[in-house]
C-alpha cells in the first residue's frame, strides 16, 4: 500500500516520543531525571533510552581516565606554606622535540658554575597551538607531563591569557593521582621497577638492593602503556 | 558479486598464476620498448614514462591491460636534479592488486605533461591540484585553474623552495624551542596584513567578481542575465552561487550553478576554503608528528586516516605488527566504519528533508562508539591512536562505569543492531525517500570507473571493489564478510550500500572480538615506542585503506636516515569524489543538488586539505 512506509515510519517516531517520558516516571519519587547523580549515570550508559541530553554546565559527562586536555607539569607535593614542590622535570626537551605542533618552549635551568641544571627555568605552552594529541605525556621519561582533565579554559582575551608558564602548568602529584588514580598507581609501579632494577644492577657491582616490589610480569600486564611497561 | 575478487588467485587458467601487475610492466616495455622503463632510483618501483609517450601507455593500460582505475595523481618536486615529477597510481577493477606506478619527470623549468583527462576524467581534480601546488602544466586539461588555494596566491607552495609565511626551519623540531626556549608568537616576527605576497601584476581590489571572472567564464554564462530568445518562451540562464556558507554544504564547499529555469545545466564545485596545505605541514613534521595531523582530514574518521599513514610509512619502516594491535586495528576501524555511516546517512537524510529526526537518533548510537573511543584513546574524535607498529594503549578496563568487553559485546550485538533496525524501518520504505532519491544522481558503472569514484559510490554503481578484498591489509584477508553492490548508481543505492555496510561492519567486529578476550595482556607494539624515528632505507610507499568514505592513500617517500617525509601526499577519497558532481547533477532540479552532495559524503577537512 502507498503511504504505508511512512506510517511505519511515524509509528517509530510515535514509540520514541512515548519513550522519552518513561524515564520521567521512573525516576519519579527518585530525585527527578536530571541534576540527579544516581540518573545521569544511567542516562550516559548504554542502558540510556529516551532522551540522553546532558544539561551542561550544571550536569557535566564524566570523563575517562585517559581523557586528554592541555598537558600539566607534575611537581612534588608541596611542603607547608608552599604551593608546589620540587620538578619532576629534568628539562631534557624530549616533550618540546615530539611536540607536532611545536608548542612547547623550555628555558634549560643553569648551574652556579654555568653547567645545565636537570630542571627547567622556565617552560611555556601555548594553548592556543596545543591540538592535545598527548605525545609529550606519552614520550616524557620522568611521567613530568601528564594530561589534563580540566577543559574548561576560556577566556576574554587570547593574547594574554593562551601562554601558560610554569606558574600556571604546575601541579602536584596528588592532583595527578586524583584525576587518574588506576594511571598514576601503574605509572609509580613502573617506577619501582626501574628504580629496584638499577638497584640490583649496582648490587651486583658490589652494593645492596632489594628485591623489586612487583614481579616483571606484573609490570608488563600493567595496562597502560601496553608492553612498554 | 564478482567471483574474481573472492578467489583464491590461481584457480583459474595458469596466466592468472602470475602477477598481473608484472604482467602489466612487461608488457608495456615489450609494446614502448626504449621508452618505457623500469624506475632505477632505490626503494622506488614501477615504470618512468616519458611525458610524450604518456597518453599511449595509458590507454594500453586502460584499454588493453585492464588497469581500468586510475587512484591517484601526485606531484612531486625533485629540487635536487632539477625536475618534477607526476605519479600515476592505476589499479585493476577486476584482478585487484597493488598498482602499475608510473613516473613521469619533468624539466623544473617548464613542467609540461600531457593531460590524462581524456583518458580518465577521474584526472581532472587531481591534475589541477598538481598544478595548483607545484606548477607542473597539465597540457590539455580543459579547465587548468588553481583548485585549493585562491587566484591571488603568489607561487607554488609545495615545491622545495617556497617557503610560508611563517617560515621557521625547513624541518621539526625547531631549534627555538629548547633549551633556549623564550616563548614567542609567530605572528609577532610576521605581523598580519604584511605576510603576503601577490603575483606579479595582481593588484588585490576587494571585489570579488574581479578575482573570480575566469570562474564564472569557464561555466558557459555571462555575468549578465542572458536571455535566450527562443520562438515563443523567453528563459533566463542564470548563475547561482550555493554556498560556501549554505548548511547543505557540510561545511565551506561553493558550487557555481547554472540554472535555467530550476534545472542544472552545469556546477562546478569550488573548494579550498578550509585549506592549510596538510602536505606542507607533513613534510616539515616528523613521521610521528604526522600522525594526529591525520586525524585532522577525515574528522569523522580519524582512527581510518591513522591506518592509511601508519600502514605507509610502515612499509618504510619494515615495522611488524603484534597480533593483538592488528586486532585492536580492525575493532577501531570498524567502529569508525559505524560511526561515520551513521553520521553520513543522517545527513543525507537530513538534506532529503527528514529534518534532524532519523539523524538524532543514529546520534545517539554515534556517541556510544565515542565513549568507547573516549575511554580507549583519551579523545572524542581527534583520536591519535595508531603508532608504527601497533597502537598506542591497550583496551581500557572499563567505560561508563561497565567492563570493556561487556560493553563492547552489548554494543555490537544490542544496541546497534536495534538502531540499524529501526533506521531501516524508518527510512528505507519510506515513499518520500524513494520519490526523492531513486533515480536521482545516476553514475553508471563505466562512468564511476573512469571518474575515479571510490567507496560505497562505486559499489552502488555496480563495481564490486573495496581495498580490504581487492588488496587485503592487516588481518582482513581472515575475516569472513561479504562486499555489499547495487547496481542502479542512484542516491537511493548509495544509501543502499551504507545501510548493509553498517551490518557488515558489525559482523567483523564480533568476529574480532573473541580474539581480542583470547589475546589480553599481549603486546600492543613493536618494540619500545620511540619517538626518534628515522628511515632505514630510501624509498617510496603506497598506503592504502577502505575508508569509509572511500579508498584513502598515502604516498609518503623519504630519504636515508630522514626524519620526516620527503613527499607526503593523500589522495583524499571525499576530494577526488568531487569530480563527477557536476556530472551528476545535470539536468537535475536545485533541490537534488544537495541531495546528490549529501550521498557523496564528503567531509570538507579532507576535500580542502
Known amino acids: 500500500m502507498y503511504g504505508l512506509g511512512i506510517v511505519r515510519g511515524m509509528a517509530i517516531t510515535f514509540r520514541n516520543f512515548v519513550e522519552s517520558y518513561l524515564d520521567d516516571i521512573f525516576w519519579w519519587g527518585k530525585g527527578g531525571r536530571y541534576y540527579n547523580d544516581a540518573a545521569l549515570q544511567v542516562r550516559q550508559s548504554l542502558k540510556g533510552q529516551g532522551v540522553v541530553t546532558v544539561f551542561y554546565p550544571e550536569e557535566k559527562l564524566s570523563v575517562p581516565e585517559r581523557f586528554r586536555f592541555v598537558p600539566f607539569l607534575v611537581t612534588d607535593d608541596p611542603g607547608p606554606g608552599q604551593k608546589w614542590g620540587h620538578d619532576w622535570c629534568t628539562s631534557c626537551g624530549i616533550c618540546a622535540k615530539v611536540c607536532p605542533p611545536q608548542c612547547i618552549w623550555i628555558k634549560r635551568g643553569t648551574q652556579p658554575n654555568g653547567r645545565p641544571k636537570p630542571e627547567p627555568e622556565q617552560f611555556f605552552i601555548d594553548i592556543d597551538i596545543c591540538m592535545n594529541c598527548g605525545l609529550c605525556a606519552e614520550f616524557c621519561p620522568f611521567d613530568a607531563i601528564k594530561m589534563d582533565h580540566d577543559y574548561e579554559l576560556a577566556s576574554y582575551d587570547r593574547t594574554t591569557a593562551h601562554i601558560h608558564d610554569k606558574e600556571r602548568l604546575s601541579k602536584p602529584i596528588s592532583y595527578w593521582r586524583e584525576i587518574a588514580p588506576k594511571k598514576a598507581e601503574a605509572e609509580a609501579a613502573a617506577r619501582d621497577f626501574a628504580e629496584s632494577n638499577k638497584k640490583k644492577k649496582k648490587a651486583k657491582d658490589g652494593e645492596g638492593g632489594d628485591e623489586p616490589r612487583l614481579a616483571e610480569e606484573k609490570v608488563r600486564q600493567l595496562p597502560y602503556r601496553g608492553e612498554y611497561y | 558479486m564478482s567471483e574474481a575478487i573472492l578467489e583464491a588467485p590461481g584457480s583459474g587458467a595458469p596466466e592468472t598464476l602470475a602477477n598481473p601487475v608484472e604482467q602489466a610492466i612487461s608488457a608495456l616495455k615489450e609494446r614502448f620498448p626504449e621508452a618505457v622503463v623500469d624506475d632505477p632510483r632505490d626503494g622506488y618501483s614501477g615504470l618512468v614514462v616519458p611525458a610524450d609517450k604518456l597518453t599511449e601507455v595509458a590507454l594500453a593500460l586502460r584499454d588493453d591491460l585492464g588497469f581500468d582505475y586510475l587512484s591517484s595523481v601526485t606531484g612531486v618536486d625533485l629540487i635536487e636534479d632539477g625536475k618534477l615529477e607526476a605519479v600515476y597510481h592505476t589499479y585493476s577493477i577486476d584482478k585487484g592488486g597493488s598498482a602499475v606506478v608510473l613516473h613521469v619527470q619533468v624539466d623544473r623549468d617548464n613542467p609540461v605533461i600531457p593531460s590524462l583527462v581524456p583518458v580518465w576524467p577521474g584526472a581532472d581534480f587531481q591534475e589541477r591540484e598538481a598544478w595548483d601546488l607545484l606548477g607542473i602544466q597539465f597540457d590539455g586539461h580543459p579547465d587548468l585553474r588553481r583548485i585549493l588555494t585562491w587566484d591571488g596566491f603568489h607561487g607554488h607552495p609545495l615545491r622545495k623552495d617556497w617557503k610560508e609565511p611563517f617560515y621557521e626551519e625547513d624541518t621539526k623540531p625547531f631549534g627555538s624551542r629548547w633549551p633556549a626556549g623564550g616563548v614567542l608568537r609567530a605572528e609577532e616576527l ?140 580492525i575493532l577501531t576501524v570498524e567502529l569508525t566504519r559505524i560511526a561515520n555511516h551513521l553520521w553520513a546517512i543522517g545527513f543525507l537524510l537530513n538534506d532529503l528533508g527528514a529534518l534532524q529526526t532519523p539523524m538524532l537518533y543514529f546520534y545517539i548510537e554515534r556517541e556510544l562508539i565515542l565513549d568507547f573511543f573516549e575511554a580507549l584513546t583519551g579523545a572524542r574524535m581527534m583520536n591519535n591512536y595508531m603508532r608504527f607498529g601497533g597502537v598506542a594503549y591497550d583496551l581500557p578496563d572499563e567505560i561508563r562505569g561497565q567492563a570493556t568487553m561487556e560493553f563492547l559485546n552489548e554494543l555490537v550485538h544490542e544496541r546497534l543492531p536495534r538502531a540499524i533496525e529501526q533506521g531501516d524501518n524508518l527510512m528505507t520504505h519510506n515513499e518520500i525517500v524513494r520519490a526523492r532519491s531513486i533515480g536521482v544522481g545516476v553514475l553508471t558503472r563505466k562512468e564511476s570507473i573512469a571518474y575515479s569514484m571510490a567507496g560505497p559510490m562505486l559499489r552502488a554503481s555496480g563495481v564490486n571493489y573495496d581495498v580490504r578484498k581487492a588488496e587485503p591489509y592487516s588481518y582482513y584477508e581472515q575475516l569472513d564478510f561479504d562486499i555489499p553492490v547495487y547496481y542502479n548508481g542512484d542516491v537511493y543505492d548509495r544509501y543502499k550500500v551504507r545501510m548493509d555496510e553498517l551490518q557488515q561492519s558489525l559482523r567483523i567486529v564480533r568476529q574480532v572480538l573473541p580474539h581480542l578476550q583470547a589475546t589480553e595482556g599481549a603486546p600492543i607494539i613493536d618494540g619500545k615506542p620511540s619517538y626518534a624515528i628515522r628511515t632505514p632505507q630510501p624509498g617510496e610507499a603506497y598506503g592504502r585503506v577502505e575508508n569509509p568514505k572511500g579508498e584513502l592513500g598515502f604516498y609518503v617517500t623519504a630519504k636515508r636516515r630522514s626524519s620526516s617525509p620527503e613527499r607526503y601526499h593523500v589522495r583524499a577519497p571525499s576530494f577526488i569524489n568531487l569530480t563527477s558532481l557536476g556530472k551528476m547533477c545535470q539536468g537535475h532540479k536545485v533541490a537534488d543538488i544537495v541531495v546528490i552532495l549529501g550521498s557523496i559524503d564528503i567531509v570538507l577537512g579532507e576535500v580542502d586539505r
Not at chain 2, 578575482?211 to 535566450?228: F, K, N, P, Q, R
Not at chain 2, 520562438?231 to 547561482?240: C, S
Open chain 2, 190 to 329: 610576521n605581523p598580519y596584513g604584511q605576510n603576503v605576497q601577490y603575483p606579479a601584476g595582481w593588484v588585490p581590489t576587494g571585489d570579488e567578481y574581479d578575482v573570480e571572472t575566469e570562474m564564472y567564464a569557464i561555466t558557459g554564462a555571462d555575468l549578465a542575465y542572458s536571455i535566450d530568445a527562443s520562438q515563443q518562451m523567453k528563459t533566463d540562464k542564470i548563475t547561482v552561487n550555493l554556498g560556501p556558507q549554505h548548511p547543505s554544504t557540510h561545511g565551506v564547499f561553493r558550487m557555481v550553478v547554472q540554472l535555467d529555469g530550476e534545472t542544472v545545466v552545469d556546477l562546478k564545485p569550488v573548494m579550498g576554503y578550509l585549506h592549510r596545505n596538510h602536505e606542507k605541514i607533513g613534510e616539515r613534521n616528523t613521521f610521528l608528528g604526522n600522525i594526529p595531523y591525520t586525524d585532522r582530514l577525515d574528522y569523522l574518521s580519524p582512527i581510518s586516516n591513522n591506518l592509511g599513514y601508519v600502514l605507509a610509512v610502515e612499509k618504510l619502516l619494515g615495522s611488524v605488527v603484534p597480533e593483538r594491535a592488528e586486532w585492536i586495528r
